[in-house]
């Protein structure tokens, strides 16, 4: 009878140790859920305040830009007014009320100039800022890979769809498999879109008798490529140049911009405030 009563009590006591590891993990798993909610707010209180700084230097970017293009406007008009004065002052009998008006005209002219002198050092800091700006906007968007639409594109960036199935066809029976060949030729023809030493352009003179420079399809190389790996694949890298080209980037330097996959260009600082508010 004494040994069933000390097993009972040696059970009795596994029992409640039982239950205080049991509260305990239940109270470490609330403060661990706490925690992760305070860190997630932080996160959201974060990206509103990046959008609103982002907002608001678009609005006195656009103000600015208004400003400035009214004031070269008027000095534009009293340029025109000027020369008109300056040019009739000799052949006009009231050359007194002529020289009077244009002193006026050179005054206002003068005010004007002053007035874009001081709002250029502006424009050049809104832009410096718009550029901030941006960049924030690009580690935003590359933080939120999930965004079909609106998301970061490296200009000059090969399509590697057409390469992935050439490949696949070409190079399936190969030792090492189709995906070694694959990777080792878009780093290289990567590389050589952005290659400055790489030139396969040739220059055309367009119907207004102007010279331009444009990709030179029966470049050596574009050549051997589309015999090699088709048409559709060679049109990657010719894309890709041109892409390069419409964006100035003559030293062929990656260029990094927020971009719109659907309609295929530069994405808006308003579609990114709508994907960072969550509206897109």
């Known amino acids: 009878m004494e040994g069933i009563e000390r097993r009972w009590r040696e059970l009795d006591h596994k ?48 103000k600015l830009l208004a400003d400035v293009q009214g004031t070269r406007a008027s000095l534009e008009k009293l340029n025109m007014q000027f020369q ?18 244009l002193t006026q005209l050179q005054q206002e002219k003068e005010k004007h100039e002053e007035l874009l002198r001081s709002l250029i050092p502006r424009e050049e800091e809104e832009r410096s800022e718009l550029e901030k700006a941006t960049r924030a906007a690009i580690e935003v968007l590359q933080a939120r890979r999930q965004h079909k639409v609106i998301g970061v594109k490296r200009i000059g960036e090969i ?86 080209g419409n964006y100035g980037l003559n030293n062929r330097t990656p260029l990094v911009l927020p971009w719109n996959f659907r309609e295929n260009r530069k994405a808006t600082l308003e579609e990114v405030f709508k994907v960072l508010k969550g509206t897109i």
């Open 15 to 62: 029992d409640l140790l039982n239950q205080a590891e049991r509260t305990k993990l239940e109270n470490d798993a609330k403060e661990i859920q706490r925690q992760m909610k305070i860190v997630f707010l932080q996160q959201l209180k974060q990206q509103a305040e990046q959008s609103k700084l982002i907002e608001k230097h678009e609005n006195e970017k656009q």
């Open 84 to 101: 008109y004065f300056q040019e009739n002052m000799k052949t006009v009998e009231t050359v007194k009320d002529l020289e009077w008006k």
């Open 159 to 244: 399509n590697d769809a057409p390469w992935r199935q050439a490949c696949m066809e070409k190079y399936k029976n190969d030792q090492g498999g189709w995906e070694l060949r694959y990777s080792a030729m878009m780093a290289e023809w990567q590389a050589l879109v952005y290659d400055p030493e790489w030139e396969p352009y040739i220059r055309v003179q367009d119907k207004d008798g102007l010279w331009k420079k444009q990709v030179d399809e029966q470049n050596e190389k574009l050549v051997q490529l589309q015999a090699e790996l088709g048409k559709e694949v060679c049109a990657t890298v010719i894309a890709a140049l041109k892409e390069l």
